[in-house]
């Protein structure tokens, strides 16, 4: 029998979560800012719920300062994807925070924190 993995459980616990955000009706009408982390990058995505599609997205692969999966380097994703959110006119919407079935410590919640400095709602 095959053992299951860490990342097999994440995704499990990401479906879950979604479920309980797609039964809720205020949450169906808000825009998803959702993350991914991989042991050397870190990816940020905005989803729009209407098309089902991602609006746009940064990632520590546009970077191009060492190390790219630390909380500095995570942090430092926020700024961007701020701008990106004014270039399309999203930056007065309310959010919802998805972390992708991760714990919310570590890059995780410095990247929600610098967001949150920038002054988005979620």
Do not use: C
């Amino acid at each position: 029998m095959m053992q299951k993995s860490r990342n097999y459980y994440r995704k499990v616990k990401h479906v879950r979560i979604l479920k309980k955000l797609k039964s809720n009706r205020e949450d169906k009408q808000k825009y998803r800012i959702g993350v991914y982390k991989s042991l050397r990058n870190f990816y940020a995505y905005i989803f729009d719920p209407w098309k089902n599609k991602v609006i746009t997205s940064v990632s520590t692969l546009d970077k191009s300062n060492g190390y790219k999966g630390n909380i500095v380097s995570a942090s430092s994703l926020a700024p961007d994807l701020y701008k990106k959110m004014k270039k399309l006119n999203l930056e007065n919407e309310s959010y919802i925070f998805d972390r992708s079935g991760y714990l919310f410590h570590g890059r995780v919640k410095a990247f929600a924190n610098a967001l949150r400095d920038q002054g988005v709602k979620f």
